[in-house]
């Protein structure tokens, strides 16, 4: 009898384990079956057709465009934080805007696991990805997108 107990403990063991691990290990986040250079929004996916940028003194204030015209993204991100991951959900001398989102990173984070990453910024490329989650009492706001492609740059204004 010890035995068909100590068998069923295991058993329920091994089922408990092996759902956690496939709910820990699966995602479930659209943005790793992302479009290259898209963004994506409440409204949809949407090709990014342009980008520009301006250099801020200690930042870089980046602006990609669709097609559509209203699903536009800009953000200032910290020029000391190229190649690196800025972790939205920190404090910091960044900001980001688009339809759905507008945050001032000095004043106000996003959740946890939001980032923004420019991975390179020279010779007229640029390559970033980011992915941005707000948590509003009407409801959850998920924001994210990539580029990797020319970018022109325009004075500050």
């Not at 295991?10 to 986040?29: D, H, P, Q």
């Not at 991975?119 to 989650?133: K, P, R, T």
């Amino acid at each position: 009898m010890k035995n068909f107990k100590l068998f069923s403990l295991l058993a329920v063991m091994v089922v408990a384990f092996s759902a956690m691990f496939v709910a820990c290990s699966s995602k479930n986040s659209d943005d790793e079956n992302q479009q290259l250079n898209t963004i994506t929004n409440t409204s949809g996916t949407f090709e990014i057709n342009n980008a520009f940028f301006s250099d801020a003194g200690d930042s870089y204030k980046i602006s990609l465009y669709t097609n559509s015209g209203n699903n536009n993204v800009t953000f200032v991100y910290p020029k000391s934080k190229v190649g690196q991951s800025l972790a939205a959900s920190e404090l910091g001398a960044w900001s980001f805007k688009s339809n759905d989102l507008s945050v001032d990173g000095k004043l106000q984070t996003l959740a946890t696991g939001s980032y923004i990453t420019v991975n390179s910024l020279a010779d007229g490329q640029i390559s970033l990805v980011y992915n941005l989650y707000q948590t509003r009492k009407s409801g959850d706001v998920h924001v994210y997108g990539n580029y990797t492609g020319a970018i022109k740059q325009l004075p500050l204004l």
